[in-house]
């Protein structure tokens, strides 16, 4: 007489998808059936984050839904010059001030490439579902690892307050990061900053000890509210997400620079270098941008460019432009005229 033993199996969802598993079963059981390195990932479960100490303790019940997230892909100054020229936000201090995106380029290998010659120091990264149909599939920290650039982890996709603090919150659970970049935007076409959602999410995000960098339109008043609120750091946009239509309002970016407190670096829009250099020679701090390099013909070279434009800009503002004049005025001394 042969004796079977019924095998209990709990039915979940994880990352949208229908998984069975055996049971009993804990987070670190499910990490280890998929093939997914814990240390590179964070865990909510039912809309909790588990602290990656209790993966182990965290025991999966039926119809748990799971989320498992990763992130996924932003004229030489001499050594004395850079060591001088430095900018500090939320008491870390850079000297390249040029912060780049990690995505849209054609794989990672080419994302790694472009960094190394922007010469950045912060990269954004995006927080995405992990694919669990290929577990072993390279992740971003395998190229631009976290040792050695500072993940800026934002809220790229997100329309609503609540989507913005979930995100980050998952964000930090993954790296341990608390220095993010807040985006709320509005519907297509424009995906302009929706304000009112902005300010929603900053609140909560300042609560939770976050140190926020806040994307939004490029309106003075908007700046300084902002400022008020808690924000490290002001992002106001040059032009529409992904456009390359460059600066289209000099006049309130240099008013948001004058006015501010913080740290202020023109986020979206940028097209070519010269756009970088406008923004650096109207007082920014830094230069955000990601299409303006993924999108070019050749990456590694815009990057390289937009690398030196930061640098010229920055010189220029630092050395101070000569006074615009309505009439000719020659540069050669007329005394002494043959």
Known sequence: MTTTTATTTLNLTVNGEARRVPAPATVADLLDALGIDRRKVAVERNLEIVPRSAYETTALAEGDRIEIVHFIGG???TPAEAAEDTWQVAGRTFRSRLIVGT?????????AAAIEASGAEIVTVAVRRVNLADSSAPML????????YTYLPNTAGCHTAEEAVRTLRLAREAGGWDLVKLEV??????LYPDMQETHRALDALVREGFKVMVYCVDDPVAAKRLEEQGAVAIMPLGAPIGSGLGIQNRVTIRLIVEQAKVPVLV??????????AIAMELGCDA????????????????????????????????????????????????????
């Open 75 to 77: 004229g030489d100054v």
């Open 103 to 111: 995505g849209r380029y054609k794989d990672l290998a080419e994302t």
């Open 141 to 148: 920290q395998d190229f631009v690892p976290p040792s050695r």
């Open 185 to 190: 935007l509005g519907p297509p076409p424009t």
């Open 267 to 276: 986020d979206a829009g940028v097209g070519t270098a010269s756009d970088a």
């Open 287 to 338: 230069v955000l941008m990601n299409s303006a390099i993924a999108h070019a013909r050749d990456p590694v070279r815009m990057a390289r460019a937009m690398k030196a434009a930061v640098e010229a800009g920055r010189l220029a503002y630092l050395a101070g432009r000569m006074p615009r004049k309505l009439y000719a005025d020659p540069s050669s001394p007329l005394g002494g005229l043959i």
